[in-house]
């Protein structure tokens, strides 16, 4: 598990609620031509929220605070235009895998979407290890967060997707531990077809994975992964983690690795990895700088894939023949504050356990989109990166570090133009990345790619 704002000992969720209130904001880009058939007749919606769409509700501790609402994500992503004309993801399934769940899950949700006017939807919850419950560290609560955040992530910005969560009775911490029943439920969405596309915010440090158990646990989730891209057409995206340029370097979470390295399942080459970023607000105008404490880096046990050779001669050098992480990134800074209902509580969060969704969100749309899944993104990803519409369809984040200062002095690496080990290729304009991904999907499969 991985991170927590107000940090826990031992609790490594990917979540970051924080009670430090941030800017709000409003803007909307235009619309583009739109390609491909959707699985469903898209329904347009409403022109122009209401403003109690638009507005922060009253959040713990505070009576006048300001947050990033669904509708401002929207907006700033270039998914609300889509939305307009009907793509939701309406027809499509997002899987979210995670310890436990929550038990106030819908309740939080249902009032999240009246909040700001979402559609209600019924997630379906599913538990099919029947093992005893594990929870050493006592982190229940933890990822309880942790679900509910991942689902109203999703719901925000793909409001007519269908979300189920897939529940393990096993704490997922540091190591081995939790990783074999979080691949039995990925088995479980394969065999019962329950979805295409997969969000997973959790994360385990590949310094505790080093061992002969963590090699063959790695070894049996690549294989898996490499399975279920290739032949049944999944989607699958993880968080990168919030420790910077490293992670913990122990079982217990009590310490953190004094030299790089990233976590596992955000570097296996068969998932979309998502770094965090933080939105800043200058008068009008809204942009993005890589967070702080954005997973990010080059793994030790997983070569560097052939879509990532496409990069630039200057981005290779710090490959080394490596696989680089993160792939792309959202929000996740704590700070920036999205708005976030739990356990009958507004707050706000963050963490890359918000950016993950996002884009799984995104997939969501494209998905519906095109009227088939799309499957495999990252060769259409880098593709696009080395295109003349880059700029266009991503929000190429050149600010920001993840060196980690705290504890250890780690040196990170620095945001820069293109690919980055901060914020991988950018942040998403969905208006525009969606379409060109999907013809960009297209051409590779005509030519054999």
């Given amino acids: 598990m991985q991170g927590h704002g107000q940090q826990k000992p031992f609790l490594k969720l990917l979540l970051l609620i924080s009670f430090t209130f941030a800017l709000a904001f409003s803007g909307c880009a235009g619309?583009?031509?739109?390609?491909?058939?959707?699985?469903?007749t898209p329904t347009p919606r409403p022109a122009t929220p209401s403003a109690a769409a638009e507005s922060c509700p009253p959040v713990l501790f505070s009576s006048s605070v300001t947050c990033y609402t669904p509708l401002q994500l929207r907006q700033y992503y270039g998914f609300e235009p889509?939305?307009?004309?009907?793509?939701?993801?309406?027809?499509?399934?997002?899987?979210?895998?995670?310890?436990?769940?929550?038990?106030?899950?819908?309740?939080?949700?249902?009032?999240?979407?009246?909040?700001?006017?979402?559609?209600?939807?019924k997630v379906q919850v599913i538990q099919p290890i029947q093992k005893p419950e594990y929870d050493p560290h006592h982190d229940k609560s933890g990822w309880a967060g942790e679900t509910e955040l991942d689902v109203e992530i999703i719901h925000a910005l793909a409001p007519e997707a269908q979300i189920v969560v897939l529940v393990s009775p096993v704490a997922e911490t540091e190591g081995t531990v939790g990783l074999p029943e979080f691949r039995q439920l990925i088995q479980y969405a394969i065999d019962h077809h329950l979805g295409t596309i997969v969000s997973q915010s959790w994360g385990a440090s590949e310094v505790t994975l080093a061992d002969a158990a963590g090699q063959q646990e790695i070894q049996q989730w690549n294989a898996l992964l490499q399975r279920a891209t290739v032949e049944e057409h999944m989607t699958f995206f993880s968080s990168s983690g919030d420790n910077g340029a490293t992670d913990y370097a122990d079982l217990n979470m009590s310490r953190l690795s004094p030299k790089a390295t990233t976590s596992f399942a955000a570097d296996v080459p068969w998932v979309t990895?998502?770094?965090?970023?933080?939105?800043?607000?200058?008068?009008q105008q809204v942009h993005e700088i890589?967070?702080?404490?954005?997973?990010?880096g080059f793994s030790s046990f997983f070569p560097e894939p052939?879509?990532?050779?496409?990069?630039?001669?200057?981005?290779?050098?710090?490959?080394?023949?490596?696989?680089?992480?993160?792939?792309?990134?959202?929000?996740?800074?704590?700070?920036?504050?999205?708005?976030?209902?739990?356990n009958g509580v507004w707050e706000t969060v963050g963490g890359t356990s918000a950016s993950a969704p996002m884009w799984a969100a995104l997939a969501a749309i494209a998905n519906q989109m095109a009227g088939h899944p799309l499957g495999f993104?990252?060769?259409?990803?880098?593709?696009?990166?080395?295109?003349?519409?880059?700029?266009?369809?991503?929000h190429d984040i050149t600010v920001g570090d993840n060196s980690v200062n705290q504890g250890v002095n780690v040196p990170g690496y620095p945001a820069g133009a293109g690919w980055d080990a901060v914020t991988g290729l950018?942040?998403?304009n969905a208006q525009y990345l969606i379409p060109d991904l999907i013809r960009t999907q297209a051409n590779l499969a005509a030519t054999g790619q």
């Avoid at 310890?99 to 939080?108: C, E, K, V, Y």
């Avoid at 990895?273 to 008068?283: E, N, W, Y």
């Avoid at 890589?290 to 990010?296: A, I």
């Fill in 31 to 40: 619309l583009p031509g739109i390609g491909g058939t959707a699985t469903t």
């Fill in 82 to 121: 889509l939305i307009q004309r009907g793509y939701t993801g309406k027809g499509q399934t997002i899987i979210d895998i995670v310890s436990f769940g929550s038990p106030t899950l819908q309740q939080d949700l249902d009032v999240f979407s009246r909040r700001f006017q979402l559609p209600l939807t």
């Fill in 273 to 283: 990895s998502v770094g965090g970023t933080t939105l800043l607000r200058q008068g």
């Fill in 290 to 296: 890589g967070w702080s404490r954005s997973g990010g």
């Fill in 306 to 342: 052939a879509y990532q050779k496409s990069l630039p001669a200057a981005t290779q050098a710090a490959f080394q023949g490596r696989r680089g992480v993160p792939d792309v990134a959202a929000a996740a800074d704590p700070a920036t504050n999205l708005a976030f209902y739990f």
């Fill in 377 to 394: 993104l990252n060769p259409a990803l880098y593709t696009i990166a080395t295109s003349a519409n880059y700029q266009r369809d991503f």
């Fill in 426 to 428: 950018g942040s998403p």
